[in-house]
């Protein structure tokens, strides 16, 4: 036990350590956004003397965050939906039927991952642009599905593969179609699976910065992150009010992954023992 106990407490003490660093700028935004730019300089790290609520309550009255809170949100979620239903399309063809050129064209998706977003961001406003889909949230949505399909069809097609394939041979016999097993048995059996990549695609395109940049010129389409530098530069010499404004976008985030993370832990240790 001691032996055990003495190989474990690096590991534990790594843990803390990295813990530290995303705790404590998170602290130290939350505490400033109470506090008012002459505390925050004498006093960064402490708890304020004074608590300046009206960091906070200003942002929350401010009619274009809570557009651009609308607007993060339609894209994360219309983002996820498509992403994680194409995906568990082509994974259950690649894991569950046998073709030839399987093994190639299943390379030719894990290919995606090799490729830089940055790279094809000229290509991708050209072709968007003679879609007419700049200025238009499908613009980032498919723009963000089709860069996701890669890892979660990889995800998806490792839990597809480990269902037995006695399953499969019972459901046939019973009447079921392949899509009626891919809907009614294989998709409720990869929940933690399905669960995990939604987070995946959540959180990505919740803090994708770059292509709503690329995409959107109108003030009204913006998402947070393009609202959160919109916002600092104007009021670049109001430190606390940065701050709170930063906090308050990533409280959504936060949320959604405090009430995520027990399925994406759960799903990416299931993968790594099963797939």
């Known amino acids: 036990m001691n032996t055990r106990r003495r190989t474990t407490l690096p590991l534990h003490a790594i843990a803390v350590v990295v813990g530290a ?5 998170v602290l130290y935004a939350l505490l400033g956004g109470f506090k008012d730019n002459s ?5 960064p790290f402490g708890l ?4 300046v609520t009206a960091n906070y309550t200003d942002v929350l009255a401010s009619g274009s965050f809570w557009g651009q809170l609308w607007n993060s949100t339609f894209i994360a979620v219309a983002t996820t939906v498509l992403t994680v239903a194409l995906s568990a399309l082509a994974a259950f063809v690649f894991a569950r039927f046998a073709f030839r050129g399987r093994e190639l064209w299943f390379t030719l998706f894990t290919a995606g991952l090799m490729f830089p977003f940055a790279v094809a ?9 003679t879609l007419g889909l700049l200025d238009n949230p499908l613009g980032v949505i498919l723009t963000q599905a089709a860069f996701g399909l890669p890892l979660t069809i990889i995800i998806l097609r490792g839990f ?9 041979e019972a459901a046939t016999i019973d009447g079921c179609t392949p899509f009626g097993f891919f809907w009614r048995i294989l998709l409720p059996m ?5 669960a995990t990549v939604s987070v995946l695609a959540v959180v ?23 609202g959160i530098q919109q916002f600092q530069g104007q009021y670049a010499s109001d430190t606390a009010r940065i701050l709170a404004y930063l906090i308050l976008a990533m409280v959504p985030a936060l949320i959604f992954y405090a009430v995520a993370e027990r399925h994406l832990v759960g799903g990416l240790t299931a993968g790594a023992t099963k797939g």
């Open 21 to 25: 660093f995303m705790i404590v700028p």
């Open 190 to 194: 990869a929940r933690p699976a399905v």
């Open 121 to 129: 961001i000229l290509p991708i406003f050209v072709l968007l642009r």
């Open 204 to 226: 990505g395109s919740w803090n994708n910065f770059m292509l709503p940049l690329v995409v959107f010129s109108e003030e009204a389409s913006w998402t947070l992150p393009l």
């Open 48 to 51: 304020p003397e004074t608590w």
């Open 39 to 43: 505390e925050l300089s004498g006093n």
């Open 160 to 168: 597809f593969r480990s269902i037995p394939g006695e399953i499969e």
